[in-house]
């Protein structure tokens, strides 16, 4: 690899910015592709799909073979409550590849000894979550029940581009939620992104039953599986 190409990707990858290196396996070419960058028609849809499933492949282009090298930043769940569900969903978003970020204002609920090795904030979830900057590469899960630490979140979560947006709660809950949130301006489809209540319809009752359903619609949805 030419070092200018090399600095660049690194470059990326320090910024946490999508990119694939693409070669030219019949003459060791390379090139770096960013996400949204103009690309030729014939590898729009192997790059899209390349950035999409993060997997890296080889194609054919006229005849001649492409390895497409994804070098996509890595996969963030912000949780939005520290409760019982939480701990159970934080070691299981470790163990898929997750970077997990843990935030409750409620400064008791906060601490490493129930959380090791996670990223937690007591800070109001609205705040700490555009510092965030959460982006396609990012699920927000609120857990509180609680409106008035859910909402901000979820009002920061559906004006960005994040690929999971999920709440805990009954479906009587959710449509008081629902309520709320169109009262605060948002439209129908926005709220439509919400998953809830959250994770997949697989009969669980215990926390960790319910973390390992929010987990399995995470991962559906970030490998576009969700209905």
Do not use: C
Request: no cysteine; hydrophobic share 45%.
């Amino acid at each position: 690899m030419k070092r200018e190409t090399l600095d660049q990707l690194n470059a990326a990858r320090s910024a946490k910015k999508p990119v694939i290196l693409a070669t030219w396996l019949d003459d060791g070419t390379e090139s770096l592709i960013f996400q949204h960058s103009q690309v030729q028609d014939r590898l729009a849809e192997s790059v899209t799909v390349a950035f999409a499933t993060d997997r890296s492949a080889t194609i054919e282009v006229d005849g001649r073979p492409l390895f497409l090298h994804v070098f996509n930043p890595p996969l963030r769940m912000i949780v939005v409550g520290a409760v019982h569900v939480a701990e159970p969903l934080a070691k299981l978003a470790q163990t898929v590849g997750y970077d997990i970020t843990v935030i409750d204002p409620r400064r008791a609920y906060i601490s490493a000894e129930r959380f090791p090795g996670v990223s937690l904030i007591d800070r109001w979830p609205d705040e700490a979550i555009t510092e965030l900057a959460p982006d396609h590469r990012t699920a927000i899960v609120t857990l509180t029940h609680d409106p008035k630490i859910d909402d901000p979140a979820l009002h920061v979560a559906l004006k960005s581009p994040v690929f999971y947006i999920g709440s805990l709660g009954s479906k009587r809950t959710h449509a008081k939620r629902v309520d709320r949130l169109l009262e605060a301006g948002f439209a129908d489809q926005d709220i439509a992104r919400i998953n809830a209540p959250v994770g997949l319809d697989i009969g669980s009752s215990t926390p960790p039953e319910i973390a390992l359903s929010v987990m399995a619609e995470v991962v559906a949805a970030q490998r576009g599986k969700l209905p």
